[in-house]
């Protein structure tokens, strides 16, 4: 059994949150979505006893904002905006969409509602960007979450990232979630993310989400995006980091012609924990959606893996593949790999499939009787494992970021006692 | 026989695959710089012979001693064997998906040179080196920047291996059936790529079938072996006699004088 991880507020009622909603001086409907997602909290059917609960503690004041974001260039007519202060200056163009456009509180299904409710009452922090009809962003728009250090206990980290790109726009986003530099003996906290994204008709928007929390934090996500009449998403996500890492991400293909593509890749080592979900569904005539994962998991790590693929009635020709392969490097690691294709439409391609292995021992013999001693050639197969993966990064920076960060968690992999049985 | 280390040296080995005896009390003595054919039916344990040397993890050696340049080589691991300069030609060698033959080519021969105390190649020698021995063998730079062996056709794969043998610059070598399934330009350029390699500090094992490659590359011994064991050792006449009349003939012969034997003791 694979334990799964969600989150609790033991200590937290309505009234902390709305002393602080009106100090930031937000407007009456931001706290009345706030205590909208209270409600469908406390609704939310308890966790399975099986579950890690990780409760949760009010989260602090906003952090500084990222610097990377200071010398942004966006054409004419663009916003971006620190979220919690676009609630309050750009009222008319947010309200639409916070919380209720890709990620509607309303539908907040079983699965990943409970952290939707959480995101929503408890977001301190978080961005909003918007393009207008036909702008495309010349450069990719670039961002980094840290953990953030409080005195003592650490606060947990709630942000949400609402984009909305006008028909014809194109952007390029990347996100990464790292530690905030200092290293051992912080006790465990948690980041929370949600990701919420309209693309109107032919935007297109490339998304790059990194998640390299130190292995003290939990990772929270919660993304979804809708997209209309010929949008196209490209989606890419490495994880890598944390104790654990709980993702939900979903694209509704509610326009014709809308295409959905998301590659991603999973690396866990000593006792992390990685459970995504992953959905397309397809409304839209002529829709397309692509998912294709590739995970390594080392030590006593684990993954649930959920991929699926909708088709609504009236989607017709619409074409949902998936397709997720895993490595095993070590018998106690773990892997759930559950895909699934639920059609309601008879005029599809559809086709899925899932594999874990472990590593290919005739190959493994052959790098090593070239001279390469079993951790180096190991090194070298899981690297080419991933090889597929990570020529899909968003960009040549992002692929060269990756490839450091696997080397670095590879050798992490097995830590000394595992090399000290090879020799 | 002279005092000369052996440069391999086979003594009365057992090796078993799936619980099933292949290798039964095989002993072979090559010494530096000659070149031992090896030939033999279908089955014979040729095959299970390179690939026990080579210290495959299927294949459980139950008896006997293996020495190369005088150290115990069955203590080895297969990358600590190649280090010190054992190396195999694979008659199948295994698809690597992801990883570049570049990359490869690249970690493999930093390994040899760290042992040799050489130090890391530098990219620009690298390069330079590979673009040489790729036009020695009559191979496409292209072939740098695809997976190991993945998609690789038969004489691609023998060609690669041939070109990390040069790369590797091993003491002894066994090739396995490398000359199967070439054409006889392929065979050309395999040998001449062996040859180039000719020294009295390399030294050859060639498992073979056939004798057109012989012609190419002279040994100096030619041993048959049959049902795991060496049954018959001998100079090139050796191989042209079994192309002519095939290996019944011996198996007779074997037949006959084990035959003859047993009447004897009784």
């Given at each position: 059994m694979i334990t799964r991880t969600t989150l609790s507020l033991p200590d937290l009622d309505w009234e902390d949150v709305e002393r602080i909603s009106r100090a930031r001086g937000e407007p009456a409907w931001v706290l009345g979505l706030r205590q909208k997602a209270f409600r469908l909290y406390q609704e939310s059917p308890a966790p399975s006893?099986?579950?890690?609960?990780?409760?949760?503690?009010?989260?602090?004041?906003?952090?500084?904002?990222?610097?990377?974001?200071?010398?942004?260039?966006?054409?004419?007519?663009?916003?971006?905006?620190?979220?919690?202060?676009?609630?309050?200056?750009?009222?008319?163009?947010?309200?639409?969409?916070?919380?209720?456009?890709?990620?509607?509180?309303?539908?907040?299904?079983?699965?990943?509602?409970?952290?939707?409710?959480?995101?929503?009452?408890?977001?301190?922090?978080?961005?909003?960007?918007?393009?207008?009809?036909?702008?495309?962003?010349?450069?990719?728009?670039?961002?980094?979450?840290?953990?953030?250090?409080?005195?003592?206990?650490?606060?947990?980290?709630?942000?949400h990232l609402l984009v909305v790109l006008e028909p014809g726009a194109e952007l390029e986003l990347i996100e990464e979630r790292r530690g905030n530099g200092r290293t051992g003996g912080e006790e465990a906290t948690v980041v929370s993310t949600s990701w919420e994204v309209v693309l109107?008709?032919?935007?297109?928007?490339?998304?790059?989400?990194?998640?390299?929390?130190?292995?003290?934090?939990?990772?929270?996500?919660?993304?979804?995006?809708?997209?209309?009449?010929?949008?196209?998403?490209?989606?890419?996500?490495?994880?890598?980091?944390?104790?654990?890492?709980?993702?939900?991400?979903?694209?509704?293909?509610?326009?014709?012609?809308?295409?959905?593509?998301t590659a991603g890749l999973f690396v866990g080592h000593g006792s992390q924990r990685f459970q995504l979900d992953l959905e397309n569904v397809h409304q839209g005539?002529?829709?397309?959606?692509?998912?294709?994962?590739?995970?390594?998991?080392?030590?006593?790590?684990?993954?649930?893996?959920?991929?699926?693929?909708?088709?609504?009635?009236?989607?017709?020709?619409?074409?949902?593949?998936?397709?997720?392969?895993?490595?095993?490097?070590?018998?106690?690691?773990?892997?759930?790999?559950?895909?699934?294709?639920?059609?309601?439409?008879?005029?599809?391609?559809?086709?899925?499939?899932?594999?874990?292995?472990?590593?290919?021992?005739?190959?493994?013999?052959?790098?090593?009787?070239?001279?390469?001693?079993?951790?180096?050639?190991?090194?070298?197969?899981?690297e080419g494992f991933l090889e597929a993966l990570l020529t899909k990064s968003p960009s040549g920076r992002v692929e060269k970021r990756l490839r450091h960060l696997i080397w670095r968690k590879i050798e992490q992999i097995g830590g000394k006692s595992s090399d000290a049985k090879d020799e | 026989m002279s005092s000369r280390v052996a440069?391999?040296?086979?003594?009365?080995?057992?090796?078993?695959?799936?619980?099933?005896?292949?290798?039964?009390?095989?002993?072979?003595?090559?010494?530096?710089?000659?070149?031992?054919?090896?030939?033999?039916?279908?089955?014979?344990?040729?095959?299970?012979?390179?690939?026990?040397?080579?210290?495959?993890?299927?294949?459980?050696?139950?008896?006997?001693?293996?020495?190369?340049?005088?150290?115990?080589?069955?203590?080895?691991?297969?990358?600590?064997?190649?280090?010190?300069?054992?190396?195999?030609?694979?008659?199948?060698?295994?698809?690597?998906?992801?990883?570049?033959?570049?990359?490869f080519l690249r970690s493999a021969v930093n390994a040899r040179r760290q042992f040799l105390g050489e130090g890391d190649i530098s990219l620009r020698d690298f390069q330079a080196l590979l673009k040489e021995k790729l036009a020695l063998l009559g191979m496409e730079q292209g072939v740098l920047r695809r997976s190991v062996n993945e998609g690789f056709s038969g004489g691609e794969k023998k060609r690669h291996e041939i070109l990390q043998m040069i790369l590797l610059r091993p003491r002894l070598a066994i090739l396995d059936e490398t000359d199967s399934g070439l054409d006889i330009d392929a065979l050309r350029v395999v040998a001449d790529g062996v040859n180039s390699l000719r020294s009295p500090r390399f030294t050859?094992?060639?498992?073979?079938?056939?004798?057109?490659?012989?012609?190419?590359?002279?040994?100096?011994?030619?041993?048959?072996m049959m049902d795991g064991r060496i049954v018959r050792s001998g100079d090139a006449h050796l191989a042209a006699q079994l192309e002519e009349k095939g290996y019944d003939w011996l198996r007779e012969e074997l037949a006959r004088y084990s035959a003859g034997s047993e009447g004897e003791n009784a």
């Open positions: 006893r099986t579950a890690e609960t990780i409760p949760l503690d009010l989260p602090g004041a906003p952090g500084e904002r990222d610097a990377r974001l200071k010398g942004a260039v966006l054409p004419p007519g663009s916003y971006l905006v620190d979220l919690p202060a676009a609630v309050r200056t750009l009222p008319d163009l947010v309200r639409p969409y916070l919380f209720h456009s890709a990620l509607h509180l309303d539908e907040a299904s079983a699965e990943g509602g409970r952290e939707l409710a959480v995101q929503a009452f408890l977001w301190n922090e978080g961005l909003f960007v918007y393009l207008p009809a036909g702008a495309r962003a010349s450069r990719p728009l670039a961002t980094l979450v840290r953990v953030p250090a409080g005195a003592g206990r650490l606060r947990p980290l709630l942000r109107k008709e032919g935007a297109r928007l490339r998304l790059g989400l990194i998640q390299d929390l130190p292995p003290h934090a939990h990772a929270f996500g919660l993304g979804r995006v809708k997209l209309e009449k010929d949008a196209s998403f490209e989606l890419f996500l490495a994880e890598v980091g944390g104790a654990s890492s709980t993702l939900y991400f979903g694209a509704d293909l509610v326009g014709t012609g809308a295409e959905a593509r005539e002529h829709t397309m959606s692509n998912l294709l994962l590739r995970g390594v998991l080392g030590d006593r790590a684990t993954a649930i893996v959920r991929g699926l693929g909708r088709i609504r009635s009236g989607a017709r020709e619409a074409t949902s593949n998936q397709r997720t392969d895993t490595l095993l490097l070590s018998p106690e690691a773990r892997a759930d790999t559950i895909p699934s294709l639920k059609i309601d439409e008879d005029d599809v391609h559809a086709g899925h499939g899932a594999a874990v292995g472990q590593i290919d021992e005739e190959a493994l013999f052959y790098l090593m009787t070239r001279g390469l001693a079993r951790p180096v050639a190991t090194r070298l197969l899981v | 440069e391999l040296e086979i003594r009365d080995l057992h090796v078993r695959v799936e619980g099933k005896p292949i290798i039964r009390g095989l002993d072979l003595k090559l010494y530096p710089g000659e070149v031992h054919a090896l030939m033999g039916p279908n089955g014979s344990g040729k095959t299970t012979l390179a690939l026990a040397l080579m210290g495959h993890p299927r294949y459980e050696i139950q008896r006997g001693e293996v020495l190369f340049a005088g150290e115990n080589l069955l203590a080895l691991r297969p990358d600590e064997r190649a280090r010190r300069g054992l190396f195999l030609s694979f008659q199948y060698p295994a698809e690597v998906p992801g990883v570049s033959v570049a990359n050859v094992l060639l498992i073979t079938h056939y004798q057109r490659i012989l012609r190419y590359l002279k040994p100096d011994y030619v041993h048959v």
